[in-house]
């Protein structure tokens, strides 16, 4: 009688089942998946996100040369310049474009640091971006103080 040899991985393999993979956690399913290189608006705006302090940063930067500049050119001081609403138009208009471009970017995926070369870095900008608030609340305490404007000291 000839005997048949039998292979014994074939032998576990059919009477055993294959052990199963360690389960994965499954993402929670009120989570919408984000689309290829963009961001969620709610990550952007998120208390360590990239938009909040880098926007008011830009606009802060924008509102120092702004203030000085008006107030080199009237002579009317930050406070004046508030007090006044002459230029809440133009604030509004600034303010809703440099936001709205300082966006594009984040949404799409990109990160400010991976823009940033030596000279212009990301970490520079943050930096002058809080210069310039800090700025802004200077030439306010000044005239506020001093009851004239910055520049007419």
Known sequence: MATQRVDPTEETVASSPSPSPTPTPAAPSNTKPKAAGGAKLSDVFAFSGPAPERINGRLAMLGFVSALAVEASSGGGILSQAGSGSGLAW??????????????????????????????????????????????????????????PFVNI
């Open 91 to 148: 604030f509004a208009a600034t303010a809703a474009v440099f936001s709205a471009a300082s966006l594009v970017p984040l949404l799409r995926g990109e990160s400010a640091e991976a823009r940033s070369g030596a000279f212009m870095s990301a970490n520079a900008e943050l930096w002058n971006g809080r210069f310039a608030m800090l700025g802004l609340i200077a030439l306010a305490l000044t005239e506020y103080l001093t009851g004239a």
